[in-house]
């Protein structure tokens, strides 16, 4: 099992930026995606973004040119750079991982409020 712990999460005015970070443990495979997911009041969870352990990323168009996603597979820490924040982006911030054998993982979430 791969136990996630999200930080960085907060309150921001429109404009600004927050940086998320997820740190995996436990047993985690090489070969393995992990990314954020988000879920506001009332709605569906939502990708935002993805990166595989080989550094290739996937993400919403909602966030592209906004939200970079990063990761150092030393310390099993996937990062998420959120700029130019707008009010929409505020949800809860979910840490995701996923192996080659079908494990998979969340974090508890991180909430992002986007408000003046």
């Known amino acids: 099992q791969v136990q996630l712990v999200e930080s960085g999460g907060g309150l921001v005015q429109p404009g600004g930026s927050l940086r998320l970070s997820c740190a995996a443990s436990?047993?985690?495979?090489?070969?393995?995606?992990m990314g954020w997911y988000r879920q506001a009041p009332g709605e569906q969870r939502e990708l935002v973004a993805t990166?595989?352990?080989?550094?290739?990323?996937n993400s919403a168009d909602s966030v592209k040119g906004r939200f970079t996603i990063s990761r150092d597979n030393a310390k099993n820490t996937v990062y998420l750079q959120m700029n130019s924040l707008k009010p929409e982006d505020t949800a809860r911030y979910y840490c995701?991982?996923?192996?080659?054998?079908?494990?998979?993982?969340w974090g508890q979430g991180t909430q992002v409020t986007v408000s003046s």
């Open positions: 995701w991982y996923s192996d080659a054998l079908g494990g998979a993982s």
């Open positions: 436990g047993s985690i495979l090489r070969a393995n995606v």
């Open positions: 990166i595989t352990h080989r550094g290739t990323t």
